[in-house]
């Protein structure tokens, strides 16, 4: 978007759009101008790196890159290579971090309120699914990456609908082509950003939602943006390779040529919160609306309030103000660089040992012809004799420094034991278990980070299940309002391996029922899905008063580290025997809690069949007795109409 056409002008543009769309364009390019200059300019915060270059050299390291490229023939014997520390330290991490899929949890603000701990449950699972059925889940194993090695990685929530065309044999045997909706390129998506792709106007300002502008850039092949451009009147304009450039001297467009993106098209997406505004630029070329004021930011939360849809994460603060973030690459990169030297060195001298070169005084002839294995040399000079060159050395302080420098790292980072190596048999168990506590509280101060971000990023997710997914939908043939279910397979309720079903149900609307009538349509839900042989749980929700919630997205603590089986079986053993015998506690929950934590989906299969509930819920289906039976059953269903859906006026 921005070039300099006073050297690469090549003709005016064919696109020239109105005054205002100009005038537009004129504001973007100088934002541009100014997100550019924050990722090029050196910074001190950085080690008088820029944002790019920072984030190139710590790909390099990350990438475990070495120079073979050697001019001068007298080097090339030495040894060139890298332990790779660096990459294998953060891989570590990775792994830790990833242990598990951090799926943001909603939490009831206020758990006294029944309402609010029911529709917080169910936007739980709502997000699961999400998760689930998208590619959340590669995406924050990538993102998660790059927090590790990168200045900042990037993480979007987008919900898109994107139409492809197919061809179709109709029964006259020709083909037709029709349009149906692309499942790869809609829905809910999770794109991963680089450094290089965001733009921001502050660099000290650390909450992206403050940001006045951001600008999100990348190259796409010009298909992809065909199918969701293609019925724009500037789409003829976008042509693979060429940039639409606007000169402020005479107000016209220039076409530029992009020799680095010859087969792609630049999209990019000028976004401005306090103004409302987002615009999407394709090489340049403005692909809003007519009106330029009517340009809405497409994400908004449940208030209808626009939000930017991305969040930065990165490896840990730098200090209370600077955007960017110090990589964990970063933060090992000087120590690497030191082993990978002492290294290099302590190789070299080790081929020089091997190898010795020697001083021959005496000798007319002494060469590599005449030196290898068991050979046996005769001078005929009595005077001649051999010397190494070099000075004899300790043969371990190389290595000694090499250790030293593998402590600092570990004690930056992971050490060998939290990698899955065993320690050394010369350690002590009380050096080992403290190294191994200085890594966890590593290990949890970049799990608070993520942690952080991924809270924000819940948020996103919130405002789209909101907007987008539990919204009623028209059906195409009757024209009647409908709701998407969700369904969740392997969900573990009450100690059952069942699928969990949300219904969204429009005649929960207004309606207003008591607590005996709630129970009763409650066993109705169970007999639907044969209680107790149940596989599945079903929930039914107001959608109104589901929208209209207020949800807080936090992250549980355990879910940053990795679960420990045998802890978990422990603790579940020592839980059922302490408890078994309390009048207070259900036994069944409990006794499956137990089986599960040693075998996991299984329990359903161990435990005997209940005695009279089977009964006691026919009775009810029969109409016998005017009231629900107030039966351990009751207090234990699965099924459940959300309360307050039912008694929430609209």
């Known amino acids: 978007m921005i070039q300099d056409i006073y050297k690469k002008r090549t003709n005016v543009s064919s696109y020239q759009p109105s005054k205002e769309v100009a005038e537009l364009t004129y504001i973007v390019k100088k934002d541009w101008s100014a997100g550019n200059e924050i990722l090029h300019k050196p910074w001190d915060e950085l080690n008088g790196y820029s944002v790019i270059d920072r984030m190139n050299k710590d790909q390099r390291t990350f990438n475990s890159f070495v120079d073979e490229t050697v001019e001068d023939p007298d080097e090339a014997w030495k040894f060139r290579g890298t332990r790779s520390l ?4 953060t891989m570590a991490m990775h792994a830790h971090l990833t242990a598990n899929f951090i799926v943001p949890t909603i939490f009831a603000q206020n758990e006294k309120q029944e309402e609010d701990r029911d529709m917080s449950e169910v936007m739980r699972d709502v997000l699961e699914w999400m998760s689930i059925n998208s590619n959340y889940r590669s995406s924050f194993i990538v993102g998660t990456m790059g927090m590790l090695v990168n200045p900042v990685t990037y993480l979007g929530a987008d919900y898109c609908e994107v139409f492809q065309k197919i061809k179709e044999k109709g029964e006259d045997g020709k083909l037709t082509t029709k349009e149906i909706l692309d499942e790869v390129l809609s829905g809910f998506q999770v794109p991963v950003y680089s450094a290089d792709q965001v733009l921001i106007t502050n660099a000290f300002e650390q909450n992206i939602q403050k940001q006045r502008v951001i600008i999100q850039r990348r190259f796409v092949e010009y298909t992809d943006l065909e199918a969701k451009w293609g019925e724009h009147p500037n789409w003829q304009y976008v042509t693979p390779g060429i940039q ?19 087969l792609l098209v630049e999209e990019a997406k000028w976004k401005c919160r306090r103004d409302d505004s987002e615009v999407v630029f394709l090489n340049g070329i403005y692909m809003g609306e007519e009106n330029i004021d009517n340009n809405p930011i497409k994400h908004r939360d449940n208030r209808n ?11 840990e603060r730098i200090n209370e103000h600077f955007f960017f973030f110090k990589s964990l690459i970063n933060r090992v990169g ?37 030196v290898f294995p068991n050979s046996v040399v005769a001078f005929e000079n009595p005077d001649a004799k051999v010397t190494p060159l070099l000075p004899a050395r300790n043969p371990m302080a190389g290595y000694n420094a090499m250790s030293k420098i593998e402590e600092s790292i570990d004690k930056e980072s992971i050490n060998d034991t939290q990698s899955g190596q065993l320690p050394q048999a010369s350690q002590k168990a009380f050096t080992v278990a403290k190294a191994d506590n200085a890594a966890k509280i590593i290990l949890k101060g970049a799990g608070r980070n993520l942690g952080i971000s991924i809270i924000q990023y819940g948020d996103l997710m919130t405002d789209i299940a909101l907007q987008h997914l539990t919204t009623a939908q028209i059906d195409e043939i009757t024209g009647a309002e409908k709701y998407r279910p969700f369904i969740l397979q392997d969900q573990m309720v009450n100690g059952k391996k069942v699928s969990k079903k949300i219904l969204f149900d429009a005649s929960l609307v207004g309606k207003e029922m ?4 709630k129970k009763y349509a409650s ?23 589901f929208s209209k919630m207020k949800y807080m997205c936090r992250i549980e603590p355990d879910a940053l580290l990795e679960k420990n089986t045998q802890f978990e079986q422990a603790m579940a053993t020592n839980i059922y025997t302490l408890l078994r015998a309390d009048p207070m506690i259900k036994p069944e929950p409990l006794i499956r809690k137990l089986l599960n934590s040693f075998y996991r989906g299984e329990a359903d299969d161990m435990i005997a069949e209940g005695g009279g509930q089977e009964g006691v819920l026919q009775q009810v289906m029969n109409g016998q007795g005017a009231q629900p039976p107030q039966s351990p059953m009751g207090a234990q269903v699965n099924q459940k109409i959300t309360a307050q859906g039912l008694n929430q006026v609209a």
């Open 244 to 262: 639409s450039v606007y000169s402020e001297d005479d107000g016209l467009f220039y076409d530029v040529k992009d020799e680095a993106h010859e």
């Open 514 to 517: 008591t607590d005996e009538e």
């Open 523 to 545: 066993l109705k839900l169970l007999s639907k899905v044969g209680y107790p042989n149940n596989k599945e749980s079903v929930y039914l929700v107001n959608p109104h008063l």
């Open 305 to 315: 309030a626009p939000k930017y849809n991305l969040i930065p994460f990165g490896y």
């Open 334 to 370: 000087w120590d690497n660089d030191l082993l990978d030297s002492m290294y290099e060195i302590t190789m070299n001298r080790e081929i020089l040992d091997v190898l010795t070169p020697v001083v021959v005084s005496g000798a007319e002839k002494f060469d590599s012809q005449v």
């Open 86 to 89: 660096a990459r294998n330290k």
